[in-house]
T-cell receptor, first 116, second 114 residues
Framework: DAGVIQSPRHEVTEMGQEVTLRCKPISGHNSLFWYRQTMMRGLELLIYFNNNVPIDDSGMPEDRFSAKMPNASFSTLKIQPSEPRDSAVYFC??????????????FGPGTRLTVT | AQKVTQAQTEISVVEKEDVTLDCVYETRDTTYYLFWYKQPPSGELVFLIRRNSFDEQNEISGRYSWNFQKSTSSFNFTITASQVVDSAVYFCALSTNSGYALNFGKGTSLLVTP
């Protein structure tokens, strides 16, 4: 079975440009998460979707960040305009969600974003 | 609020040594879930194990074992007879029924040398 797919794997862009990261979750999973990993802050949750609906976006740093999940097999994370401090590795993860119990999340390979 | 502490930032061992990675957690929820993930140098995050708060049985999987102790709020991970391929950053994480996001510790970087 295919795992979580992310694209691009690497992105280098100039400050002020728009960046779009893409994610395809594991088929059948109904929860999707976007995380960001930096040396200073470690792994932190940006936003969480369940059945394509955003449930918790309290981790989104500011209005420059937005995420969508138009269907069960695709999500995007957009940064507009990008800034050097947005440089990080962005991970997408998916899991099954049941009414009770925290299930393991399966992570994509990540997108390494560099904003110059 | 939930918090995971991995006090060991870096550990270096020689191949075949046993090594234990510590994880201490904090939560007010009575139902919670603990996880370990491995991040090898290639960068992906690999799921290793999940434990529920109501199941304190220790787990063994090959050279890996996990010791869950609610009394000390710890969920430690031991690698027996370490190998070079075990070199990675290992993350402990916590989630609860009040929020399904994973709260990660800062990670422990393990280096196994030949």
């Amino acid at each position: 079975d295919a795992g979580v797919i992310q694209s691009p794997r690497h992105e280098v862009t100039e400050m002020g440009q728009e960046v779009t990261l893409r994610c395809k979750p594991i088929s059948g999973h109904n929860s999707l998460f976007w995380y960001r990993q930096t040396m200073m802050r470690g792994l932190e949750l940006l936003i969480y979707f369940n059945n394509n609906v955003p449930i918790d976006d309290s981790g989104m740093p500011e209005d420059r960040f937005s995420a969508k999940m138009p269907n069960a097999s695709f999500s995007t994370l957009k940064i507009q305009p990008s800034e050097p401090r947005d440089s990080a590795v962005y991970f997408c993860a998916s899991s099954l969600r049941v009414t009770s119990g925290g299930l393991e999340q399966y992570f994509g390979p990540g997108t390494r974003l560099t904003v110059t | 609020a939930q918090k995971v502490t991995q006090a060991q930032t870096e550990i270096s061992v020689v191949e075949k040594e046993d090594v234990t990675l510590d994880c201490v957690y904090e939560t007010r929820d009575t139902t919670y879930y603990l996880f370990w993930y491995k991040q090898p140098p290639s960068g992906e995050l690999v799921f290793l194990i999940r434990r529920n708060s109501f199941d304190e049985q220790n787990e063994i999987s090959g050279r890996y074992s996990w010791n869950f102790q609610k009394s000390t709020s710890s969920f430690n991970f031991t690698i027996t007879a370490s190998q070079v391929v075990d070199s990675a950053v290992y993350f402990c994480a916590l989630s609860t029924n009040s929020g399904y996001a994973l709260n990660f510790g800062k990670g422990t970087s393990l280096l196994v040398t030949p």
